[in-house]
C-alpha cells in the first residue's frame, strides 16, 4: 500500500475512533435532561434606542467591556463609537477602505479595530494625546478578507480571515505569533472564551474549531452544519459553543462531552443566521437571521420564545452587553437598535 | 512535487485526529446538568430574562419635567 492510501486509512480510522468516543459518552441527551425543565415565558423586548448616522449597510458591532459604548462598521467607510444611553456619537473615525466587515472593541476600552476586503486590521488608538483618534498598527499577512477580529488584551489580537487561517498579532511590533491553519473553507467568525485561554473558530467548510491560544494548537473540531458558520460564540461560563449557519440554524456543542447537544431550528425559518449572542445566564440565544428578524430561543428547550421585528432589512451583527442589560442588533438598513 | 504535498497534508490531517481522537469527554448527563445548573444560577441576575423595571433601566426614556 502507498504511503498516501495508508495515511487515508489512518485518518478514517481515526474518524471512526471519534464518532465512536463520543457515541460512548451520550447517555442521554440535552433534550431529555431538560424534560422536565419549564419553557422561558414568552420574552419581548423593545426597541429603547436607535443610533442613526451611518450612510450605508452595517456589517458588524461590538460592545465595550465596562460602559455604555460600542462601536459599529459600515461600509459607508466609517467606525462610529457610540453612547448608547444618549445616541450621542463619542467618535466617528473616517477608514481608508470602505470595505470593512468587522471591528472589535478592546476590553480595556482605549483601542477598536477593524477590518475587511483589505485584508489586513488596523487598530486605532482612542486615548491619543491631542484628542484625534488616529491609525495605530496596520496588521497585513493574511491573504484573504478579514471576517472578524478580537482583542485579548492592547497588545494582542486574534483575525479571521478568508484565507482559512485564523492569527494571533502581537499589536506593539505589527507582526504574527501564532498562525492557526486547519480549517478547509474561509473562516467567518470567532470568539474568545471567558478565561482568554482559547477561542473557538467557524468557517465555510462548515465546521467550528476550538484552538489554545498559547499552545497554537487545535483541540478539537465540531461539524454538524450543513452549510457556512457565520457566526460563533461562547456560552457564559466557557463549556460550550453556539454556532450560527447558512443552513438555517444554530447549534449548541458542549466543549467537555466534545459533541454537538442540541439543534435551534423551526420549519418556518429557511434563511440564513449572520449573527448570534447569548444572555448574560445564557438561558436566551439571540440570533440574527437574513429575513431582518432577530429569534430570541431558550437555550435548553430549543424553542423559540421571542421575536425582535424592527430593521428593514438584513440583521448583520448583533451583540448583549457585559452587565447583560441590553442587546444591540446592526442592520443593512444602517441603523442600530438598542433592545431591553 | 504535487505528491508529496498531498503526503504532506495528510500526515499533519491524521496528526490532527489523532490530537482530538485522545482528549478525555465528560457524559453528556453531567455537561447537561451543569448547563442547566449554570443557567438557573444566573437567572435571577438575566435582565433579558427577567425583564428591567423601568426605574431602574437606564436606557428607558425619562419623561422630562414641565414646570407648569
Known amino acids: 500500500m502507498g504511503e498516501m492510501e495508508e495515511l487515508r486509512k489512518e485518518a478514517d480510522n481515526l474518524k471512526d475512533q471519534i464518532t465512536e468516543a463520543r457515541k460512548v459518552v451520550q447517555d442521554t441527551t440535552l433534550q431529555e435532561a431538560v424534560a422536565g425543565t419549564t419553557l422561558v415565558g414568552r420574552v419581548q423586548l423593545k426597541t429603547r434606542k436607535t443610533l442613526r448616522g451611518h450612510l450605508a449597510k452595517i456589517y458588524a458591532m461590538h460592545w465595550g467591556t465596562d460602559t455604555k459604548l460600542c462601536v459599529s462598521a459600515s461600509q459607508d467607510g466609517k467606525l462610529i463609537v457610540w453612547d448608547t444611553l444618549t445616541t450621542n456619537k463619542v467618535n466617528a473615525i473616517p477608514l481608508k477602505s470602505s470595505w470593512v466587515m468587522t471591528c472589535a472593541y478592546a476590553p480595556s476600552g482605549n483601542m477598536v479595530a477593524c477590518g475587511g476586503l483589505d485584508n489586513m486590521c488596523s487598530i486605532y488608538n482612542l486615548k491619543g494625546k491631542d484628542g484625534n483618534v488616529k491609525v495605530m498598527r496596520e496588521l497585513a499577512a493574511h491573504t484573504g478578507y478579514l471576517s472578524c477580529c478580537r482583542f485579548l488584551s492592547d497588545s494582542e489580537i486574534i483575525t479571521s480571515s478568508g484565507d482559512c487561517t485564523c492569527i494571533l498579532w502581537d499589536i506593539e511590533t505589527g ?61 457564559p461560563n466557557g463549556n460550550a459553543v453556539i454556532t450560527g449557519s447558512d443552513d438555517a440554524t444554530c447549534k449548541l456543542y458542549d466543549l467537555r462531552a466534545d459533541q454537538e447537544l442540541i439543534t435551534y431550528q423551526d420549519s418556518g425559518i429557511m434563511c440564513g443566521v449572520t449573527s448570534l449572542a447569548p444572555s448574560l445566564s445564557g438561558r436566551l440565544l439571540l440570533a440574527g437571521y437574513d429575513d431582518f428578524n432577530v429569534n430570541i430561543w431558550d437555550m435548553l428547550k430549543a424553542e423559540r420564545v421571542g421575536v425582535l421585528a424592527g430593521h428593514d432589512n438584513r440583521v448583520s451583527c448583533i451583540g448583549v452587553s457585559s452587565d447583560g442589560m441590553a442587546c444591540c442588533t446592526g442592520s443593512w438598513d444602517s441603523f442600530l437598535k438598542i433592545w431591553n | 512535487m504535487s505528491t508529496n504535498n498531498n503526503i ?9 485526529l489523532r490530537i482530538e481522537a485522545g482528549i478525555e469527554r465528560i457524559k453528556v448527563s453531567k455537561a447537561a446538568a451543569d448547563l442547566m445548573s449554570y443557567c438557573e444560577q444566573h437567572a435571577r441576575n438575566d435582565p433579558l430574562l427577567v425583564g428591567v423595571p423601568t426605574s431602574e433601566n437606564p436606557f428607558k426614556d425619562k419623561k422630562p419635567c414641565i414646570i407648569l
Open chain 1, 175 to 235: 507582526t504574527e505569533k501564532t498562525i492557526f491553519a486547519g480549517h478547509l473553507g474561509d473562516c467567518m467568525s470567532l470568539a474568545v472564551s471567558p478565561d482568554f485561554k482559547m477561542f473557538i473558530s467557524g468557517a465555510c467548510d462548515f465546521t467550528a474549531k476550538l484552538w489554545d491560544i498559547r499552545e497554537a494548537t487545535c483541540r478539537q473540531t465540531f461539524s454538524g452544519h450543513e452549510s457556512d458558520i457565520n457566526a460563533i460564540g461562547f456560552f
Open chain 2, 8 to 16: 504532506a497534508q495528510a500526515r499533519k490531517l491524521v496528526e490532527q
